[in-house]
């Protein structure tokens, strides 16, 4: 009887772990996948909530999820404008690679912000992005209306020569 009841268990034991694998195994991988995407995307957003780190980028995308699924056409011009970093007079200024911050308009500190929204070497193209802007928001509108209409900003953006434009 010992060895019956053995066998016996072991049988028993065996099918619980079948029936788990079988149990496991009609999870669909797409479930398993898109589970495991959407808890890295909200530890993700987590992280970037709180850090202080981004704080230009983060006006642009404030939520990650959002970001994730935009189809940008990323380009060294729209990356300068949305994290900060590049060819921008207050940007080189800062780390001592420009003497001044100066844009040369003549209007103030050439910023990201600047360049956006005031600086009058860029009237023309500016005109352009406000018309696609106003049919839905008002201008002056915020960074993360303007990259919802991220083609017509993109195009506003890439038209820019910073090597030209800031040679005076």
Request: with cysteine; charged share 30%; proline share 2%.
């Amino acid at each position: 009887m010992g060895r019956k009841h053995k066998e016996s268990e072991f049988q028993g034991n065996f099918w619980v772990v079948l029936k788990n694998k079988v149990s496991y195994a009609r999870i669909p991988k797409s479930a398993v996948l898109r589970q495991l995407e959407e808890e890295s995307v909200r530890k993700w957003q987590r992280s970037w909530t709180q850090t202080t780190k981004g704080g230009t980028t983060k006006e642009y995308f404030p939520d990650i999820e959002g970001s994730i699924k935009m189809k940008l056409n990323h380009t060294g011009n729209l990356t300068t404008i949305l994290t900060g970093h590049g060819n921008i007079k207050a940007y080189l200024n800062r780390f001592q690679i420009s003497d001044d911050s100066a844009c040369p308009c003549g209007k103030g500190e050439q910023t990201t912000d600047h360049i956006i929204y005031d600086c009058d070497r860029l009237t023309k193209e500016r005109d352009k992005l406000k018309v696609a802007i106003t049919k839905t928001n008002t201008w002056p509108t915020n960074k993360g209306n303007l990259i919802k209409r991220h083609y017509e900003f993109s195009k506003f953006i890439n038209s820019i020569s910073f090597e030209e434009f800031n040679a005076g």
